[in-house]
Antibody, heavy 119, light 110 residues
Framework: QVQLVESGGGLVKPGGSLRLSCAAS????????MSWIRQAPGKGLEWVSY????????NYADSVKGRFTISRDNAKNSLYLQMNSLRAEDTAVYYC????????????WGQGTTVTVSS | EIVLTQSPGTLSLSPGERATLSCRAS???????LAWYQQKPGQAPRLLIY???SRATGIPDRFSGSGSGTDFTLTISRLEPEDFAVYYC???????????FGQGTKLEIK
């Protein structure tokens, strides 16, 4: 079935790094735009980053620009988020989600992986 | 940057009642790029509405979306017990490509 599964979350100290992965299955991954969205404890949703289907375009929220890098490997059906210089305010559940086209919304989401930044 | 403001913050209703949730944008948004999501505790969000008014696959017809420009509405015609959740609106801007979410409306049982 169509599925996105995130991994790579954990506890990291401020200033540290972490790499999140999102494994896709059950659909043609290379057809879809992908995004990372995060949700801090008890808070709302915050879009983090976007990558086009062929990796031609990427973009980031101002809050993570210059610290996070999104990438994908269509041959491995995988999406990644390299997170550097982590701060306490990056603590959140991180979701990956797909969109065939922006106008169709994010129709499949992963279950999320938790990142905690604390000393 | 477009800001989406949802109201009310919390809506208390009973099963069987009609729910009307609002999403107001700080500047005009293309209807094609306005979506609504439902999120229950401990779960990932679920796409309900895209293109302001099109229901996503498997979404019951008691959910409907409307609006244009800066004002958008999600309506749930008759609330079922499983509809009590948090609802988010989202817009997509293409230059550069980015998404913005509203702060959410919590729909709770009265």
């Amino acid at each position: 079935q169509v599925q996105l599964v995130e991994s790579g979350g954990g506890l990291v100290k401020p200033g540290g790094s972490l790499r999140l992965s999102c494994a896709a299955s059950g659909f043609t991954f290379s057809d879809y735009y992908m995004s990372w969205i995060r949700q801090a404890p008890g808070k709302g949703l915050e879009w983090v980053s976007y990558i086009s289907s062929s990796s031609s375009y990427t973009n980031y929220a101002d809050s993570v620009k210059g610290r996070f890098t999104i990438s994908r490997d269509n041959a491995k059906n995988s999406l990644y988020l390299q997170m550097n210089s982590l701060r306490a305010e990056d603590t959140a559940v991180y979701y990956c989600a797909r969109a065939l086209r922006a106008r169709y919304g994010m129709d499949v989401w992963g279950q999320g992986t938790t990142v905690t930044v604390s000393s | 940057e477009i800001v989406l403001t949802q109201s009310p913050g919390t809506l208390s209703l009973s099963p069987g009642e009609r729910a009307t949730l609002s999403c107001r944008a700080s500047q005009s948004v293309s209807s094609s790029y306005l979506a609504w999501y439902q999120q229950k505790p401990g779960q990932a969000p679920r796409l309900l509405i895209y293109g302001a008014s099109s229901r996503a696959t498997g979404i019951p017809d008691r959910f409907s979306g409307s609006g244009s420009g800066t004002d958008f509405t999600l309506t749930i015609s008759r609330l079922e017990p499983e509809d009590f959740a948090v609802y988010y609106c989202q817009q997509y801007g293409s230059s550069p490509p980015e998404y913005t979410f509203g702060q959410g409306t919590k729909l709770e049982i009265k």
